[in-house]
């Protein structure tokens, strides 16, 4: 499991202290059938959250929004939905489409 950090920094202009605004930890990497796109886990606010990707990294896209951790993204065999686990214990257990635009 390769993980990588991404932070963003603000420097107050007056007292020169370092205040972090984001923190994200991206992980668990999964390509689709076809090679061409991946689903990935960001950590964001706390809360592991999943996005989908070009192969080469661009275009991310968030595909959850919510307060819940995901985990262990995979794709259908045909590449069309993502299937992962909610750890939100109301969840429903259906398989999310790989892009958010419905």
Sequence with gaps: MKATLLASMLVSATSFATYQLTHAVT????????GARMVYI???AGK?????????????IQITHDDWNHEDPAW??????????SLNPTANAWPSAASSAN
């Design 27 to 34: 992980v668990d990497p999964s390509f689709s059938p076809d």
């Design 48 to 60: 592991e959250q999943l996005f989908t990707a070009d192969a080469d990294a661009t275009k991310p």
């Design 76 to 85: 259908s065999p045909d590449g069309r939905k993502i299937a992962f686990v």
């Design 42 to 44: 960001v950590v964001v």
